[in-house]
């Protein structure tokens, strides 16, 4: 209740709780028509239902750096629906340890760029760096998680194998959902970005809520829809439907990790 009520002051505006946005960018189908899918060569792909509900969609594929004739490098994601919710990729040791090459460093780009934020790929390459050679002998997913710009990642080792993944941000909503978007917004064909320059300063993905109310005023937020965050389970998520200098577009807040601060995740112009 404590945390619906700071909410409630942070954003004070009429709530309305609804399901998860759409999701177009981050399905099988685009997964396997994207750069890093094309530019692997041939894929043996699985997947299997979760107990814990959704799918675990699994893809094996020749590691260029060895000379293994056997798929060992992986790519594994969580699907709610049509949706991804976390991504992992993956390298088999053959004739060496695994290390942390330029070709990986490359993949990683790739992916970064499929899931819709690759303006964190060096900081998310520099944490690979430092932490793949860290051994956890049951699971990597027992390792903490670090939060860099939106993303919740996590990198180690288990048994010489080398694990990268990460979640999140949370998606924007569709614009036509949201009370108050005008007709400009919803009808845009423009996709989503990593900033948006504004007269006052850049919005920019990763930016405090504090930071962002610097920029964006409350009497330029047309309207707003404030549901449950279910990449994050009880937190919420902060739909903004913002007009300034001119221009329409959303902001979605929402807390990547708790505790901490209400963060941009995504800019939909």
């Given at each position: 209740?404590?945390?619906?009520?700071?909410?409630?002051?942070?954003?004070?505006?009429?709530?309305?709780?609804?399901?998860?946005?759409?999701?177009?960018?981050?399905?099988?189908?685009?997964?396997?028509?994207?750069?890093?899918?094309?530019?692997?060569?041939?894929?043996?792909?699985?997947?299997?239902?979760?107990?814990?509900?959704?799918?675990?969609?699994?893809?094996?594929?020749?590691d260029p750096d060895t000379q293994d004739p056997l798929p060992s490098?992986?790519?594994?994601?969580?699907?709610?629906?049509?949706?991804?919710?976390?991504?992992?990729?993956?390298?088999?040791?053959?004739?060496?340890?695994?290390?942390?090459?330029?070709?990986?460093?490359?993949?990683?780009?790739?992916?970064?760029?499929?899931?819709?934020?690759?303006?964190?790929?060096?900081?998310?390459?520099?944490?690979?760096?430092?932490?793949?050679?860290?051994?956890?002998?049951?699971?990597?997913?027992?390792?903490?998680?670090?939060?860099?710009?939106?993303?919740?990642?996590?990198?180690?080792?288990?048994?010489?194998?080398?694990?990268?993944?990460?979640?999140?941000?949370?998606?924007?909503?569709?614009?036509?959902?949201?009370?108050?978007?005008?007709?400009?917004?919803?009808?845009?064909?423009?996709?989503?970005?990593?900033?948006?320059?504004?007269?006052?300063?850049?919005?920019?993905?990763?930016?405090?809520?504090?930071?962002?109310?610097?920029?964006?005023?409350?009497?330029?937020?047309?309207?707003?829809?404030?549901?449950?965050?279910?990449?994050?389970?009880?937190?919420?998520?902060v739909t903004k439907s913002c007009s300034v200098d001119g221009k329409?577009?959303?902001?979605?807040?929402?807390?990547?990790?708790?505790?901490?601060?209400?963060?941009?995740?995504?800019?939909?112009?």
């Open positions: 209740m404590l945390r619906f009520q700071l909410i409630a002051v942070l954003f004070p505006v009429c709530l309305c709780i609804g399901g998860p946005s759409a999701n177009t960018q981050r399905t099988i189908a685009a997964f396997e028509s994207s750069t890093f899918y094309k530019s692997m060569g041939k894929a043996k792909r699985d997947s299997w239902s979760l107990k814990t509900g959704g799918m675990n969609n699994s893809y094996s594929f020749k490098l992986s790519v594994a994601f969580t699907t709610v629906g049509p949706q991804a919710k976390e991504i992992s990729i993956s390298w088999l040791p053959y004739d060496s340890k695994v290390k942390m090459t330029p070709k990986k460093e490359g993949q990683i780009k790739l992916l970064l760029q499929f899931w819709g934020t690759p303006e964190l790929a060096d900081q998310v390459i520099s944490f690979a760096r430092d932490n793949y050679k860290k051994n956890y002998p049951n699971s990597v997913g027992a390792s903490p998680k670090t939060r860099i710009g939106s993303l919740s990642v996590q990198c180690g080792q288990t048994a010489g194998d080398v694990y990268l993944s990460w979640s999140g941000p949370s998606l924007v909503a569709d614009s036509a959902s949201v009370p108050g978007i005008s007709k400009k917004a919803s009808s845009s064909t423009q996709p989503e970005g990593s900033s948006l320059k504004l007269k006052r300063g850049t919005i920019r993905i990763g930016m405090t809520s504090d930071e962002f109310v610097k920029v964006v005023r409350p009497n330029e937020v047309v309207s707003q829809k404030v549901e449950q965050d279910l990449d994050h389970p009880g937190s919420m998520r329409d577009f959303l902001v979605v807040l929402a807390r990547v990790m708790d505790p901490g601060p209400y963060l941009v995740v995504g800019i939909k112009k």
